[in-house]
């Protein structure tokens, strides 16, 4: 008799995933994406001052859900970890639930990474007050991936994340012509790179912020912890300011080296004494300016469509005419001591920023 019931409810169930994702969802109407544009330059790091910009690892998990999920160790595991680098922010994301680790702080930012679907489609929720347990289980729509990011972008003051985009099938460059109601996309973790996701929403108009993280599964491997970072304005580390800065591109993306024959130790020394060594970016006269404290390297700009308009393999300054065909000009380059930087883009604006928006459903 009970083998009977299961027999019949386990098909119906998946018979009601089904019609739910593919017949019950919304769908939306997407409008044309187009370029940046507008006469004027907007410049996330107009007012950048070095000793406010503060080392962030967004994305750590330990053991939870009774050890079902891929974790180990726990919450002080990833602060040790993170403070002894130098990190000044450092959030645990366990899956589907928010940590309270250090909640009584005035710097404690809730944080989990929301998604169980087999494509591994994930986002990073930060500042949210619960848990969205809404997602779509098999390969998702364009409107199944825009209803699951409005879902989690409608608490108020919060920051989503795109979390390792390359990952699976989880999403397609293509979509990020599309797809708004997103702050960030986390285009340097331990999966892959993910520049082109980024470039095609640059291209298409939607001002995203880098974000970079270990997305480490267990911070008691020190081999795990300080691959990628995000630096962050936000000189007070408190919850609003760092969600505002996120939001409004005060981000820099941070690819560090990994040396096989580096100890942890001598890590910790070099992360300590690194800087961007950035001393100003402007836009002035139609011109991107950038200068430099020493000499970097490897430095490049790239543009709209994700095309590398200039390089140089040492510089301390740049001073780079934008054109009328520039929608968008991103800034990297490399240190004396071989860790990477990406800079947020700046970029043509008629006055609106981010890539929030409302959507309406056929």
């Known amino acids: 008799m009970v083998k009977r019931a299961l027999g019949a409810l386990i098909p119906a169930f998946f018979v009601w995933l089904i019609a739910d994702q593919y017949v019950i969802s919304p769908t939306y109407a997407f409008e044309a994406s187009k370029p940046f544009s507008g006469d004027s330059i907007h410049n996330p790091y107009r007012n950048y001052v070095a000793a406010e910009w503060t080392l962030a690892n967004l994305h750590a998990h330990t053991s939870s859900w009774f050890g079902f999920t891929n974790g180990k160790g726990d919450a002080n595991d990833v602060y040790e970890a ?50 969205t347990w809404k997602d779509y289980l098999f390969p998702q729509t364009l409107s199944n991936k825009q209803d ?73 491997n ?32 941070v690819q560090i080296p990994q040396i096989a024959s580096m100890t942890f130790p001598e890590k910790i ?16 006269s139609g011109r991107l300016s ?37 929608t968008y000009l991103r800034v990297s380059y490399m240190t004396s001591d071989s860790i990477r930087y990406f800079l947020n883009p700046v970029y043509r604006s008629n006055g609106r920023m981010g890539n929030r928006r409302d959507f309406s459903t056929e």
């Open 82 to 131: 993170y403070d002894s680098m130098g990190y000044g922010i450092h959030l645990i994301s366990e899956y589907q639930k928010i940590s309270k680790h250090g909640d009584s702080s005035a710097s404690y930012i809730s944080a989990y990474e929301h998604g169980f679907n087999i494509p591994k489609g994930h986002q990073l929720a930060l500042g949210n007050r619960q848990v």
């Open 148 to 220: 699951i990011l409005n879902r989690l972008a409608s608490d108020e003051g919060n920051v989503v994340v795109i979390n390792h985009p390359g990952m699976r099938l989880g999403y397609k460059p293509t979509d990020f012509k599309f797809l708004s109601n997103y702050d960030c996309m986390e285009v340097l973790n331990s999966y892959g790179p993910a520049f082109e996701y980024w470039d095609t929403a640059l291209s298409n108009g939607k001002m995203v912020s880098i974000v970079g993280n270990d997305d480490t599964h267990n911070a008691g």
């Open 222 to 253: 020190r081999k795990a912890v300080g691959k990628f970072a995000t630096l962050i304005h936000a000189p007070g580390r408190e919850k609003d300011e760092v969600l505002r800065a996120m939001r409004e591109g005060r981000t820099i993306g």
């Open 269 to 284: 020394d070099m992360l300590k004494r690194s800087s961007p060594a950035i001393e100003r970016v402007s836009v002035d």
């Open 290 to 326: 950038v200068r430099f404290s020493v000499p970097v390297y490897d430095l490049s700009i790239t543009g709209q469509g994700g095309l590398k308009v200039y390089a140089t393999d040492i510089t301390t300054r740049i001073d780079f005419t934008i054109r009328p065909e520039d």
